[in-house]
């Protein structure tokens, strides 16, 4: 069964970091572009970052762009979401996705909360 777990959500400050991991399990890690998503309360599903299956292009929405960071480790089938200088409006439940053509997977989500 394959399996997306999602780790390292917390509280923090504002302009504060956390690094996000996502261990992906009982799929061919090495061919899937990897995302994170992320949702506040109230509000639809969104898009952050992607990464592509050899980890050599990035893509990041216009909100995290400069101050986020993804990354992945195909020996250690783990994609990263380092995110640094956090705002306010970056409190969300974190998702990784895992897409091949057709197929995708979702973890089940990590809380991160920028509070003062």
């Known amino acids: 069964q394959v399996q997306l777990v999602e780790s390292g959500g917390g509280l923090v400050q504002p302009g504060g970091s956390l690094r996000l991991s996502c261990v992906v399990s009982?799929?061919?890690?090495?061919?899937?572009?990897m995302s994170w998503y992320r949702q506040a309360p109230g509000t639809e599903r969104e898009w952050v970052a992607s990464?592509?299956?050899?980890?050599?292009?990035?893509y990041y929405a216009d909100s995290v762009k400069g101050r986020f960071t993804i990354s992945r480790d195909n020996a250690k089938n783990t994609v990263y979401l380092q995110m640094n200088g956090l705002k306010f409006e970056d409190t969300a439940v974190y998702y990784c996705?895992?897409?091949?053509?057709?197929?995708?997977?979702w973890g089940q989500g990590t809380q991160v909360t920028v509070s003062s």
């Open positions: 009982e799929l061919t890690f090495s061919i899937y572009v």
């Open positions: 990464i592509n299956s050899a980890g050599g292009s990035t």
């Open positions: 996705k895992a897409i091949h053509n057709s197929a995708y997977y």
